[in-house]
Every structure is written in C-alpha cells, then in structure tokens.
C-alpha cells in the first residue's frame, strides 16, 4: 500500500513494464528527495540490487552489494500486493524493487505448474502454510502466511534441498489455494506416523504375519514406507537405513556422503515395515523375522516414479536375532553410482 499519489503513479506505470530498470531508478530519485528515512532505505536497496546486477552470479563484488542491501530491508515499510502470476513472470524485477517479504501475491486462479507442486509434500504445505509457486534456477519461489518466518524458511531449504524465497499471501488465501493444490483430504506426515501408528498388522514375531493386509492401498504401513521413500528422495538421499537400536528403531538418510537421523519410530514398527519392503522387493518375509531361516542378507529391487522421475529401489535386508536391518538405495539409472 502505498500513501502518496505521485509513489502510487509511479506503481501504476511500474506494473505496465516491471523490468524497466530506467522507471526504478527514477523513482529511487524521487523517494530519496522525500526526505523521509524510510524512503531513503528505499531508495539504498533498489541501487543497491541494481548496481549488483552488473556484477556475475557469485562473484565478490555482487555478494557485497546484496549484503548492503540488506541491511536496509529492516527500515523499509512499503508493502507491494500484486497477482501471483504477474510477480512469478517478474520475479527478479520485484525483488530488486522490495524485499520479498514486503510482498503479497494474490492466489485466485493461479495455477501452479505440476512439476512444481510435486516439490513440495502436502503435509509440509499445510502444517506450514506455504505453497511453491515457481522454480528459477535453484531458487523455490514460495507463497506463505508469514515471510517473515526465518526458522521456516531454513526448514524449507533443508527439506527441498532448494534456496527459498518467501513472499507473503492472506491466510484466507493460502488455505483455500492449498486445497485447490491438494484437495481437501486429510493429509498424513511421517512425523505422524511415527508418533500416532496404529497398532502393526502382525505382533508375534515367531509366526507368519498376515502381510496379505500390509499391501493393501490404504494401510497405513504401506503409506509410511511410501512416505518415508518419497521424502529421502526429496531430501535428495541416495540411501536409507532402518534398524533395530533398545526400544526404538532408527532412521537414517544419507545426503551428500553424511548420514542424517529422522525421527525413531516405536519398536514394534520395524517388523510390519520390514516386511513390506521385503515384499517390494520380492525378498521372502521370513528374511524379516526375529528368528529368520538364515542369517545370509537378502537383495531386491523395484521401480518407482517420483516428480516423473524413474528410479530403482534397491532393498538389501540383514536379518538378526534383534530384528532386521534394511538398507534402501535409490539409484537413478542415468546417473552413475559409487557404493
């Protein structure tokens, strides 16, 4: 909103050719002859990203003007409202112009390209009150109730291995373009199932479990495994480790060579978990049993499709009289692998 007729002008015209670089600066001119301090921030910050722009990505000299343009976000009051559409077709031209917290998009009738909406997890969408609106380059472009939320922000960048920025959206608004997005289903996180699983479908490890039930569509097993693969791949894993640890079983993924512990789930979990990827893989259940036939590991692998992306789900299990241990690896055919 802005409060002054010439500044609401000037947006006017702005918004007819947001990348005119010539219109920014001619209206830094007049923010600074305002004599307002706020203004005058203003004004510091469009110069600043304007002048960082001569510069190559990366380079010293860009980085140091980003930095000093910074510094100049806390003092700046204006706030910018504007159609989702119109700022993901501009978005560099926006952002050298406010910081992205200071703007909104409006979400009604934006459609989100698919292949964008399938980075981000439902649940991470709706427990956060983001949504993606648009890929540049490395950068996830996201809509959310609070920009100004830092400790989500970085949650975002580890979750979707993407640098974020945050621009604002109504509440109202952000609700109702998540349930267009998703749907207005229930939504299921792995953190709930590791925290409110229902009881397995087998308990008595010495006996043949009923695995007829664990490959059901709608069992909740058969979700947590799916859940548990599709968010190492968006964590952009290459590995999954599940194994029996006192009273709980552990979860690690492997990023960039370095193992990263999720949440452990409740020790009753890795038989009916176990014995579903065993299925996957076409590996016989028994290699999941406390007492297996033979302590010999056993190998399988599966196809799967993520983000229309086609990998192999290779399920390696070393049976234990404590319980199994199930390696998972996630190989893209065309990208060469070390192990």
Known sequence: MFSHPDADAFMRKY????TDTTTRLVFADWLEESGQKHNAAWAYYIRLNIEADRYPQRSRERRELHRQAEEYVPKIRAQLTISAKLFTDYP????QLLPA??????LANFEIPLAVLELMPESVARENLVLPLDMQGRTLLVAAADPHDFDTAQKLEFILNREIVLVGAAREDMQEAIDRAFGQNEVESVNEYLYEFPEPVFTSPASQPSVELSTLPNSPVVRLVNLIIQEAINLRADRILIFPDPDSVAVRYRIDDE???RDRMPARLLGPVSARLAILAMIPVEWTFRNPPSLTPMTGVFPLQVHNIHFH??????PSPDGPTTQIDIIQPDVPQSF
């Open 15 to 18: 918004l007819e050719q947001p």
């Open 92 to 95: 560099k031209s926006f952002l």
């Open 101 to 106: 917290p200071n703007i909104t998009v409006r």
């Open 259 to 261: 193992w990263v512990e």
């Open 313 to 318: 789900i290779r399920v390696t299990i070393q």
